[in-house]
């Protein structure tokens, strides 16, 4: 079983660019697929975007369609969030989390999640 390591949480100001990255140990990270979720207080976990171990992308949430990309580089066992023109709304702990085979991209669906890592976007 995979373990995850987020990083590249911060504070910005409205407008920035973020990139996370999720780091998973082991070599069978590459077999997993890997979502990006956020959780904002006092709201649901919500899935931002999802990668699977071949590199295909689950449909991206209305709220960061445009904006936030995912990607993944299994010779380094990461997964990126590359998260653009971030809004206050997209202040929220983002957590990456791996499944082989996810039935749904919905957080119930996965087994393995990271500590998650603090986005807090403010002017």
């Known amino acids: 079983q995979v373990q995850l390591a987020e990083s590249g949480g911060a504070r910005v100001k409205p407008g920035e660019s973020l990139t996370l990255f999720c780091k998973g140990s082991?070599?069978?990270?590459?077999?997993?697929?890997v979502g990006w979720f956020r959780q904002a207080p006092g709201k649901e976990r919500e899935l931002v975007a999802g990668i699977t171990w071949g590199g295909s992308v689950s449909p991206i949430g209305d709220p960061v369609k445009g904006r936030f990309t995912i990607a993944r580089d299994n010779a380094q066992n990461t997964v990126y969030l590359r998260m653009n023109s971030l809004k206050p709304e997209d202040t929220a702990i983002y957590l990456c989390?791996?499944?082989?085979?996810?039935?749904?991209?919905?957080?119930?669906?996965?087994?393995?999640w990271g500590q998650g890592t603090q986005v807090t976007v403010s002017s």
């Open positions: 989390a791996a499944d082989l085979r996810p039935e749904h991209w919905l957080a119930p669906s996965f087994s393995t």
């Open positions: 082991g070599r069978a990270f590459s077999t997993y697929d």
